[in-house]
Each structure stands twice: as structure tokens, then as C-alpha cells.
């Protein structure tokens, strides 16, 4: 324990000063890591911890980033404001799309499945209503001062995105000492043995989705903030959906630092295809290897190695 | 409200495109109800298999209808050999972990047609692809009305062979009971890798079919894998007759979602059928078990 407080101390010293002296394009990178690593860790707490594998995790995100515009864009809100609004509607969704599916008693792939539809249903109401300019999509007034949730010196979404990572962290971390954690993984290991154990199954799989739900709504708000600007498929298409899902397997479902590692794995096969592609003119194509890399590791790691990159590290991390 | 004319053309034209449809939805059902492995990589597949219609079209000129069965052939061939190699090995234990391994498989295929391919948008022009018919107040385009006819044809062949020859009845045994089958001697691993392919040999079919009148893309295999999913879901998973009655469905629903919601609206109609199916009868119209 004392080697890994050691170890993470370190790391936390190194993120603090990395902007300090890396160049500007490493603060951009970093804050994607911090930022995939977060959305991740939502996609754990469901899919990880709780087993609820979803294939839809991007209508959480969606929902946030698209509440947090609108209510800017439209209602005049304050963007700070509107961030806990989003977090509180993500949260809502989650709730309804567990309700929905868990008294059903909907599990595995065909949970998998219907969180792929919702993802779906909601892409297509964000690309046709016009409360959601349709497939424009929302452009968010650039005007960087701190109170407006913008900032111009790209410095800062590195600080906050560091920031909201870590609590991700502290959010797993809680859980795997607390009990909604240790009934959650009772849940994902043996659905029956924890009904009989008294857990009350599907109450503690809708608070794991409404969590996960507020967790990846809370990243879209961040992500319309850093971009100013979400479309339907940025904020609803599949391909965000999978990213969270693979962070979190690559890495290691069900462990506190899965979606981390899972989220600089990635960001790092991501940066060695990009450069790649900028310096050899021949692989000047070549940005969707990264994705072939992902999806062969994705392979890999259900078949052969189920506890992920963190088995690798760690000696037992997977919390049971 | 609309033209009656105008609906019942919409109808027909849904259930022409439903035909080929079940051909997609009676390969996956085929797959599930033998491997019992949801495929999500099946969209991927029939992305894949389309490009292999239209490289043959383009580089040698074989019209999409007379390449059906080389690409029948060798989709039957991949299927078996992606089984053998990938899935096959990969896949064991709980059933999201062979629904991630295909998820992995489709990430995989649909990057590398990115890759190879790039990400334009491919079509094969044909002679008759402008060719109509004229149905009473419909006029229905004839490649769709060859298409329809050709894989409602393959899938009685399909059924005929399941019913008739050996292997059929030895997929059939394994489906409905793995154990009895190994014991009375049925090489089991086998017979799942066939099964597999004649799944994406459907797909080959059905890429053949769908070409005079589609397009193709890196990412049309996500245009087609929800659709997939819902007609199997609908009809019943594992279920032949679902399988069809679900495609015939789907396409008017589709058709129709399109003409009284508009083109962008309308596609909403597949992913709540989808939902509604799941939350309310999760076994579908013909499923006997969940």
C-alpha cells in the first residue's frame, strides 16, 4: 500500500507540472486522457463494477452536453449553473433507461442492446428536433472568461480535467470500500446468490446507471465547454459510446484505475498512429490503425486476459 | 393525410426492401440459435461482403446478380475461417464477453475497410437499375422486386437444406441439444464454424441483392446491424419464421417511418419497435423460450 501511495503521489506531481514544461500540443493530450479516463470511469461503475455491459453509454454523454447547451444557448443559464443541471438529467435518463430495462429483466447482451437503442433514439431526436437545431448542431458563443466555464489559455481544461478525474477516482475508490460497491460486485458476479443474500438486485443496478448516468453527462457538459460546439453524432453516435467501453475493458474492468490506464493506452497508440500519419507521407491514412489496435486489444483482453491492463500492474486490483 | 396510392406504394416498396432483409435477419438468427452467440459483428460482415460485390463489378465487370455465388462461396469460406480462428477461440464464458469479442471483430473490420477502402461512398450502376414496374398505383423498381424474389428463393433453400441434407439435420440437432449431439457422434466444434459461415454466406447473398440499389461505406454496416437485431428480436431469436415475418415488418415499418415522419424522423421507428420489443416481449412473435 505504502509502494502505491508512493507511486501515486508521484504521478500526481508529475500531472500537476507537466503543463509547466511540456509543449503546448502534450497539455492537449493529457487533458484528453484525464477527460477519456473520466467518461470512463462511468462506463465502469455500470459495466465494471455493477456487470451491466452497455453499448449505448454515449446517451448519458449526450444528454449532458446537449442539456448544458441548450440551457446556455436558449434559456440565458450561466454555464457553470447548467453543468449540475446536466449532471441531474443525465442522472434522470440513467435512472429511466435502468428502470425501463431492469424491470424487464433485460441482462447481457440484450442489456447491451437496448442502451445501443436508446443511443440511437436519442441521435435521431437530436438530429431532427429543432429545440436541438437538428443536424446543425449547437454552437456555443466563444467569449473565454473563467466565469463562463471558457478559458483561453488551454491550461486550465488540463487542470479541470485532471480535477474531475481524480474525483472519478475517488468516486471507485469509495466504492470498492463501501457497500453499494461490495453489493454491486455481488451483483455482477451472481444475480441470484445476491438476491438471496438479501441485496435488493435491481435498486442497487438502477443507482449504478443513474451514477454512471450523471458521471458521463457531467464529461459531455465538459466536452461542449472545451469545443463550444456538439452535433448529434459527436454527442450521441455510437463511436463515443464504444470509446467508454474501451478505456474501461482495455484497462480493466471493475478496477479503480482501469479506465486511467485504459485512457493513456489509447490516447498513446492514438498519438504513435497521428504521428505517423504527419511524418511518413506514405501512411498518410493511417488514423483508423488506431482504432484496429483498440479493437484486436479488445479482443484480446475478454479472451485472454479479463481483468485487463491493470492485472498487468497490479497484483489483485479487481475488487471481489 | 396521405394519398392511399401513395401508401400503398410505400408499403410495397417496405416490403420489397423487408425481403432482403430477411436474409440478413435469418443469417444472425441462424448463428444465435445454433452457437447461441449474439453476432454484432453482422453488420460489419455484410459492409465487407458488399465491397466484395462492387470490387467484382469494378474490376471485372460481373454484374451483381452473377457474382452471387462467388461471394456466397466466399463469405461461406471467411465465416468459417474468422469462426475457427477468432471467435471460436476467443469466445467462452458469459454472453457479453462473445458480444464484445464481436463487437471487437466489427471495430476491427469496419477500421480496416476505412483503411483500405477510404471513406467514400461506392454504387454500382447497371443497366436495369432504372427499370420500373408498374403495380397498380405503385411503380416499384426492378432490381428491388429480383432481389425480393431471390432471397425469399434463398431462403427456402436455406430451409430446404436444414430440413433435408445431413449436415442440415446435424445443425439442427446441435441447436437443440449440443450434448446429445456430441454424444451420438456429431463433431460439434464443426458443426458451429459451419453454422457460422452459412450465417455470412446469407450475407454474401444478401450484399449481392442489395447493391443494385444500395451503397456502400465503411460505416453502413452501423446502418444495418440495429436493423438486424431488431427484426430478430421481433420474430424471436433463433426463430426461422420470426426471422422472416420480422423482415416483411421492418422494411414497411421503415418505408412507412420515412413517409409520414420524414427522412430523418422516420429512422427513429426501427429503434423504438427495438426498445418496445425488448421492454414488453422480450421472447418476440415466435419465440418459444427467453
Same mark, same amino acid.
Given at each position: 500500500?505504502?509502494?502505491?501511495?508512493?507511486?501515486?503521489?508521484?504521478?500526481?506531481?508529475?500531472?500537476?507540472?507537466?503543463?509547466?514544461?511540456?509543449?503546448?500540443?502534450?497539455?492537449?493530450?493529457?487533458?484528453?486522457?484525464?477527460?477519456?479516463?473520466?467518461?470512463?470511469?462511468?462506463?465502469?461503475?455500470?459495466?465494471?463494477?455493477?456487470?451491466?455491459?452497455?453499448?449505448?453509454?454515449?446517451?448519458?454523454?449526450?444528454?449532458?452536453?446537449?442539456?448544458?447547451?441548450?440551457?446556455?444557448?436558449?434559456?440565458?443559464?450561466?454555464?457553470?449553473?447548467?453543468?449540475?443541471?446536466?449532471?441531474?438529467?443525465?442522472?434522470?435518463?440513467?435512472?429511466?433507461?435502468?428502470?425501463?430495462?431492469?424491470?424487464?429483466?433485460?441482462?447481457?447482451?440484450?442489456?447491451?442492446?437496448?442502451?445501443?437503442?436508446?443511443?440511437?433514439?436519442?441521435?435521431?431526436?437530436?438530429?431532427?428536433?429543432?429545440?436541438?437545431?437538428?443536424?446543425?448542431?449547437?454552437?456555443?458563443?466563444?467569449?473565454?472568461?473563467?466565469?463562463?466555464?471558457?478559458?483561453?489559455?488551454?491550461?486550465?481544461?488540463?487542470?479541470?480535467?485532471?480535477?474531475?478525474?481524480?474525483?472519478?477516482?475517488?468516486?471507485?475508490?469509495?466504492?470498492?470500500?463501501?457497500?453499494?460497491?461490495?453489493?454491486?460486485?455481488?451483483?455482477?458476479?451472481?444475480?441470484?446468490?445476491?438476491?438471496?443474500?438479501?441485496?435488493?438486485?435491481?435498486?442497487?443496478?438502477?443507482?449504478?446507471?443513474?451514477?454512471?448516468?450523471?458521471?458521463?453527462?457531467?464529461?459531455?457538459?465538459?466536452?461542449?465547454?472545451?469545443?463550444?460546439?456538439?452535433?448529434?453524432?459527436?454527442?450521441?453516435?455510437?463511436?463515443?459510446?464504444?470509446?467508454?467501453?474501451?478505456?474501461?475493458?482495455?484497462?480493466?474492468?471493475?478496477?479503480?484505475?482501469?479506465?486511467?490506464?485504459?485512457?493513456?493506452?489509447?490516447?498513446?497508440?492514438?498519438?504513435?498512429?497521428?504521428?505517423?500519419?504527419?511524418?511518413?507521407?506514405?501512411?498518410?491514412?493511417?488514423?483508423?490503425?488506431?482504432?484496429?489496435?483498440?479493437?484486436?486489444?479488445?479482443?484480446?483482453?475478454?479472451?485472454?486476459?479479463?481483468?485487463?491492463?491493470?492485472?498487468?500492474?497490479?497484483?489483485?486490483?479487481?475488487?471481489? | 393525410?396521405?394519398?392511399?396510392?401513395?401508401?400503398?406504394?410505400?408499403?410495397?416498396?417496405?416490403?420489397?426492401?423487408?425481403?432482403?432483409?430477411?436474409?440478413?435477419?435469418?443469417?444472425?438468427?441462424?448463428?444465435?440459435?445454433?452457437?447461441?452467440?449474439?453476432?454484432?459483428?453482422?453488420?460489419?460482415?455484410?459492409?465487407?461482403?458488399?465491397?466484395?460485390?462492387?470490387?467484382?463489378?469494378?474490376?471485372?465487370? *460481373? $454484374?451483381?446478380?452473377? %457474382? @452471387?455465388?462467388?461471394? /456466397? &462461396?466466399? #463469405?461461406?469460406?471467411?465465416?468459417?475461417?474468422?469462426?475457427?480462428?477468432?471467435?471460436?477461440?476467443?469466445?467462452?464464458?458469459?454472453?457479453?464477453?462473445?458480444?464484445?469479442?464481436?463487437?471487437?471483430?466489427?471495430?476491427?473490420?469496419?477500421?480496416?475497410?476505412?483503411?483500405?477502402?477510404?471513406?467514400?461512398?461506392?454504387?454500382?450502376?447497371?443497366?436495369?437499375?432504372?427499370?420500373?414496374?408498374?403495380?397498380?398505383?405503385?411503380?416499384?423498381?426492378?432490381?428491388?422486386?429480383?432481389?425480393?424474389?431471390?432471397?425469399?428463393?434463398?431462403?427456402?433453400?436455406?430451409?430446404?437444406?436444414?430440413?433435408?441434407?445431413?449436415?442440415?439435420?446435424?445443425?439442427?440437432?446441435?441447436?437443440?441439444?449440443?450434448?446429445?449431439?456430441?454424444?451420438?457422434?456429431?463433431? *460439434? $466444434?464443426?458443426?458451429? %464454424? @459451419?453454422?457460422?459461415? /452459412? &450465417?455470412? #454466406?446469407?450475407?454474401?447473398?444478401?450484399?449481392?441483392?442489395?447493391?443494385?440499389?444500395?451503397?456502400?461505406?465503411?460505416?453502413?454496416?452501423?446502418?444495418?446491424?440495429?436493423?438486424?437485431?431488431?427484426?430478430?428480436?421481433?420474430?424471436?431469436?433463433?426463430?426461422?419464421?420470426?426471422?422472416?415475418?420480422?423482415?416483411?415488418?421492418?422494411?414497411?415499418?421503415?418505408?412507412?417511418?420515412?413517409?409520414?415522419?420524414?427522412?430523418?424522423?422516420?429512422?427513429?421507428?426501427?429503434?423504438?419497435?427495438?426498445?418496445?420489443?425488448?421492454?414488453?416481449?422480450?421472447?418476440?412473435?415466435?419465440?418459444?423460450?427467453?
Amino acid at each position: 500500500m505504502t509502494r502505491l501511495a508512493f507511486l501515486l503521489a508521484l504521478a500526481f506531481a508529475a500531472a500537476i507540472t507537466l503543463p509547466l514544461v511540456a509543449p503546448g500540443y502534450l497539455v492537449d493530450v493529457g487533458m484528453l486522457v484525464f477527460f477519456l479516463a473520466f467518461i470512463g470511469q462511468s462506463w465502469n461503475i455500470s459495466g465494471g463494477f455493477a456487470g451491466q455491459t452497455s453499448f449505448g453509454h454515449a446517451v448519458f454523454f449526450g444528454t449532458g452536453a446537449y442539456t448544458s447547451t441548450i440551457l446556455q444557448i436558449t434559456f440565458g443559464w450561466n454555464a457553470w449553473l447548467a453543468w449540475p443541471a446536466a449532471m441531474l438529467a443525465g442522472a434522470i435518463v440513467g435512472w429511466i433507461i435502468a428502470v425501463l430495462s431492469f424491470r424487464a429483466g433485460l441482462r447481457g447482451s440484450y442489456f447491451a442492446l437496448i442502451t445501443l437503442a436508446f443511443a440511437e433514439a436519442f441521435r435521431i431526436l437530436a438530429n431532427s428536433l429543432s429545440f436541438t437545431h437538428a443536424g446543425l448542431g449547437m454552437l456555443i458563443k466563444a467569449d473565454p472568461r473563467p466565469a463562463n466555464f471558457q478559458f483561453k489559455d488551454p491550461i486550465w481544461f488540463y487542470y479541470l480535467a485532471l480535477a474531475l478525474c481524480i474525483v472519478s477516482l475517488l468516486i471507485a475508490w469509495q466504492l470498492t470500500r463501501g457497500r453499494l460497491g461490495s453489493r454491486l460486485v455481488a451483483v455482477r458476479e451472481n444475480e441470484d446468490a445476491a438476491r438471496a443474500l438479501g441485496i435488493d438486485v435491481f435498486a442497487e443496478k438502477v443507482k449504478a446507471l443513474s451514477l454512471a448516468g450523471a458521471i458521463a453527462a457531467a464529461g459531455g457538459t465538459f466536452y461542449a465547454q472545451k469545443y463550444l460546439y456538439i452535433d448529434p453524432n459527436i454527442a450521441f453516435g455510437v463511436d463515443k459510446s464504444i470509446e467508454m467501453l474501451l478505456v474501461t475493458m482495455v484497462g480493466g474492468a471493475g478496477t479503480i484505475f482501469g479506465p486511467l490506464l485504459g485512457a493513456l493506452a489509447l490516447t498513446g497508440i492514438n498519438e504513435v498512429t497521428r504521428t505517423l500519419a504527419s511524418v511518413v507521407p506514405a501512411f498518410k491514412n493511417v488514423q483508423p490503425l488506431s482504432l484496429i489496435v483498440y479493437g484486436v486489444m479488445l479482443m484480446l483482453i475478454v479472451g485472454r486476459l479479463p481483468d485487463g491492463l491493470a492485472r498487468l500492474f497490479r497484483r489483485v486490483d479487481r475488487h471481489a | 393525410m396521405l394519398d392511399p396510392g401513395i401508401l400503398f406504394a410505400g408499403v410495397l416498396n417496405g416490403l420489397l426492401a423487408g425481403g432482403v432483409y430477411v436474409l440478413v435477419a435469418v443469417g444472425l438468427t441462424l448463428i444465435y440459435g445454433v452457437l447461441h452467440i449474439i453476432n454484432f459483428a453482422h453488420g460489419s460482415l455484410l459492409m465487407l461482403a458488399m465491397y466484395a460485390v462492387f470490387f467484382l463489378w469494378r474490376l471485372t465487370g *460481373v $454484374d451483381p446478380y452473377a %457474382a @452471387l455465388p462467388i461471394v /456466397i &462461396g466466399g #463469405a461461406f469460406v471467411f465465416g468459417y475461417i474468422l469462426y475457427r480462428l477468432v471467435i471460436g477461440r476467443l469466445s467462452h464464458g458469459r454472453d457479453e464477453n462473445i458480444l464484445l469479442i464481436t463487437l471487437g471483430v466489427s471495430i476491427v473490420i469496419d477500421n480496416v475497410a476505412l483503411l483500405i477502402f477510404g471513406g467514400d461512398t461506392q454504387t454500382i450502376e447497371t443497366p436495369y437499375a432504372s427499370s420500373f414496374v408498374e403495380l397498380g398505383a405503385a411503380l416499384l423498381p426492378l432490381p428491388k422486386i429480383i432481389s425480393f424474389v431471390a432471397s425469399l428463393l434463398l431462403c427456402i433453400v436455406l430451409g430446404l437444406f436444414l430440413a433435408r441434407s445431413d449436415t442440415g439435420k446435424a445443425i439442427r440437432a446441435v441447436a437443440r441439444e449440443r450434448q446429445g449431439a456430441r454424444l451420438v457422434g456429431i463433431d *460439434v $466444434d464443426n458443426i458451429f %464454424a @459451419l453454422s457460422y459461415g /452459412i &450465417g455470412i #454466406a446469407c450475407l454474401g447473398a444478401a450484399a449481392c441483392l442489395l447493391m443494385p440499389t444500395y451503397y456502400v461505406t465503411p460505416s453502413s454496416g452501423h446502418a444495418f446491424v440495429l436493423v438486424a437485431f431488431t427484426i430478430v428480436v421481433l420474430g424471436g431469436m433463433g426463430s426461422f419464421a420470426g426471422a422472416a415475418v420480422g423482415g416483411l415488418v421492418i422494411g414497411v415499418i421503415e418505408s412507412l417511418g420515412g413517409l409520414l415522419l420524414g427522412e430523418q424522423l422516420g429512422q427513429i421507428g426501427i429503434s423504438v419497435v427495438f426498445i418496445l420489443i425488448l421492454l414488453l416481449k422480450p421472447s418476440g412473435l415466435f419465440g418459444a423460450r427467453q
